[in-house]
């Protein structure tokens, strides 16, 4: 069993930028780990994606301003997010996903203010 746990979300202007974290309990090198959000009335919508091996994938919406990295020797997966907008507040959920099963962490609240 892995605990997730987010941090580094907060109030940013719009233009700002802000880095999370989610820190396993466990090694998750061997997993990959997805970043999702979701904002008051809205889908779960994937933002960032981290494959085992290093390969990453985002969605138009945040491509070019949002980058995923990870560091396995410190079970952590990040979210770099620049240039913020308005658009991106939201609860941001870290995903760890085994070849059988899936972790997920409590979510941490970005807000963005223009």
């Known amino acids: 069993q892995v605990q997730l746990v987010e941090s580094g979300g907060g109030l940013v202007q719009a233009g700002g930028s802000l880095r999370l974290s989610c820190a396993a309990s466990?090694?998750?090198?061997?997993?990959?780990v997805v970043w999702y959000r979701q904002a008051p009335g809205k889908q779960r919508e994937l933002v960032a994606l981290?494959?085992?091996?290093?390969?990453?994938n985002y969605p138009d919406s945040v491509k070019g301003r949002f980058t995923i990295s990870r560091d396995n020797a410190k079970n952590t997966v990040y979210l770099q997010m620049n240039s913020l907008k308005p658009e991106d507040t939201a609860v941001y959920y870290c995903?760890?996903?085994?070849?059988?099963?899936?972790?997920w962490g409590q979510g941490t609240q970005v807000t963005v203010s223009s």
């Open positions: 466990g090694s998750i090198s061997s997993f990959n």
């Open positions: 995903n760890a996903r085994p070849l059988s099963g899936s972790y």
């Open positions: 981290i494959t085992s091996g290093g390969g990453t």
